[in-house]
């Protein structure tokens, strides 16, 4: 279990991007963060594996406080993926490169060898294994990038924008990956500005803006609160808008993509052709 | 270390010092620096110190200024150290000369360290650019050496960013011996490098697509002009220059 109690955090430059943060994720939970650029979503995740500690309040993992633990400790449990996969590649080969955690961490030469056969089978790399990192293709990288880290287990896993540069077919990818995550007991927690991506997985939802968080709900109610996603500069989606166009209502909620909107729709349709 | 990086970091506020034209700031620098490697006791080297200290108030980058000279403190400590060991070494036992002499190291750095800040502080990389081209150095190099500068920043921050990447991925650089923290920044400085050398690569393209070097003779948007100000700190540096060499011939 994670734990965020009461957090403030305040960069060395004085900008405050972290306000009052109170929340608990619990073992198992796939929980998607969102919001404006600047909303402190990438720093509120650096708090999960003690990347940045509070200014005040307090991180706590499994039951330790996130001060008492080096990066490295924490990371273990806490497995998180970067944004731009060019700020980590340095070996000569896509093996090397992941097997380099396992290095740290201390594991043996055939459990390495193992593990890294297998991360590499569930990304999809197998065939470039012995390629330099830096001649894969955007999806390519991010996908080496994710299995440089599920490579170590950890029980936690955080994607930073992970759809950031990807087609369609290659999120789908993602979020398949994502949900035999799920189904291993893992928690996944996902910072995104994809819309579609989180209509698909349906996960927590959390709004932050401005360092807040100033909602946390299910993914249908998240999405449909339109005034929230306003203040979070976040475009609802088109069904929902579509929706909200046709039924003139406000209190409609949580119809995100085309299988909700056919469910009230239809019956309407049935009505009329029979009368 | 960042620290210094940050000293050199041109801030814009609008001051006196900051309309200065560069190659009266440059003039000043040149004065300060030779001075200070002229003379190498302690109390001219505090005046050289010293005089710094109005143009910093005027300039309005007092904390700016002081963060540098706080961010050197480490090696500011060891120059110290090092001529003092020498110098105890050397004579044999500890000696006021020894003192003295590790003292004035110290407070030259200081003092080179302080000029240079004030100077980048307060001069934008486009004005020292133009003042570059009117000394006539080639542009291609005026530019190179503009766009370092204005780069440092962003390495700063990308160094960051792969940090904790790296540290993510389990390597330790919280703690350990001294041997195996050198040999941990490798991880650090393989991404920087080639992130550097694709920047570079980018910089280029974006150049060309707004074409650069299209035309052999350049003309300026704003051209620079010496105002009375800049002529009285010309006069300034000179005559002080005069004084200390004067004085100290005596």
């Known amino acids: 279990m994670i734990e965020v109690l009461d957090v403030y955090y305040t960069y060395p430059n004085g900008f405050t991007a972290l306000k009052d943060v109170n929340l608990t994720i619990d073992r198992g939970e796939c929980v998607a963060i969102m919001g404006e650029n600047g909303a402190g979503k990438t720093t509120l995740i650096k708090h999960f594996n003690g990347l940045l500690k509070p200014t005040k309040g ?34 000569e080969t896509v093996e090397e490169e992941v097997a380099f955690a396992l290095k740290n961490f201390g594991f043996q030469e055939d459990e390495i060898k193992r593990r890294v056969d297998q991360a590499l089978e569930r990304m999809g790399l197998t065939q470039y294994r012995q390629n330099s990192p830096f001649n894969l293709s955007g999806g390519e990288k991010k996908r080496l990038a994710i299995a440089s880290v599920v490579v170590f287990n950890p029980d936690y896993l955080i994607l930073d924008e992970p759809t950031i540069g990807q087609d369609y077919l290659q999120k789908l990818e993602i979020i398949d990956i994502i949900r035999s995550f799920l189904k291993e007991g893992k928690t996944v927690v996902i910072v995104t500005h994809d819309l579609e ?12 803006s401005q360092g807040r968080i100033i909602l946390d709900d299910t993914a249908d109610k998240a999405l449909s609160n339109l005034k929230l996603l306003d203040e979070a500069s976040l475009l609802p989606p088109q069904i929902t808008e579509l929706a909200y166009r046709l039924f003139n209502s406000p209190s409609l909620e949580g119809i995100l993509d085309e299988k909700d909107l056919m469910e009230i729709v239809k019956p309407l349709i049935i009505r009329r052709m029979k009368q | 270390m960042m620290r210094v990086f940050e000293g050199l970091r041109f801030r814009r506020i609008e001051s006196p010092i900051h309309s200065l034209d560069p190659r009266s700031k440059a003039v000043f ?62 004579v044999g036992g500890f000696t006021l000369e020894g003192l003295t002499m590790a003292a004035a190291m110290t407070i030259r750095f200081v003092t080179l360290i302080g000029a240079f800040s004030l100077f980048f502080l307060t001069t934008t990389p486009e004005d020292l650019s133009l003042a570059l081209e009117k000394l006539k150095i080639p542009y291609d190099i005026c530019f190179a050496f503009t766009a370092a500068m204005r780069f440092v920043p962003d390495i700063a921050l990308e160094a960051q960013s792969i940090m904790d990447a790296q540290k993510s991925r389990g390597l330790e650089l919280e703690k350990g011996k001294i041997i195996q923290r050198i040999r941990n920044t490798l991880p650090i400085l393989v991404p920087l490098f080639i992130r550097s050398f694709q920047r570079s690569l980018e910089l280029a393209e974006a150049m060309e697509s707004r074409a650069y070097g299209a035309i052999k003779k350049r003309t300026s948007l704003y051209e620079l002009k010496m105002s009375k100000n800049d002529y009285a700190l010309i006069t300034f540096s000179i005559i002080f220059m005069l004084i200390v060499v004067i004085i100290k011939s005596f």
């Open chain 1, 58 to 91: 307090t991180v706590i993992v499994d039951g330790n406080n996130t001060k008492d633990l080096s990066v490295a400790q924490l990371s273990r449990k806490v497995g998180l993926v970067f944004q731009n996969p060019d700020h980590q590649f340095f070996s």
């Open chain 1, 197 to 208: 991506f989180v209509v698909d997985l349906r996960p927590r939802t959390i709004l932050m």
């Open chain 2, 29 to 90: 620098l040149l004065v300060l620096s030779a001075l200070s490697i002229l003379y190498s006791d302690p109390l001219t080297l505090t005046v050289l110190l010293i005089i710094q200290i109005p143009l910093v108030c005027i300039a309005r980058v007092v904390k700016f200024w002081l963060n540098s000279l706080r961010g050197s403190a480490v090696l500011m400590v060891f120059i110290f150290g090092v001529n003092f060991l020498t110098s105890y070494f050397y």
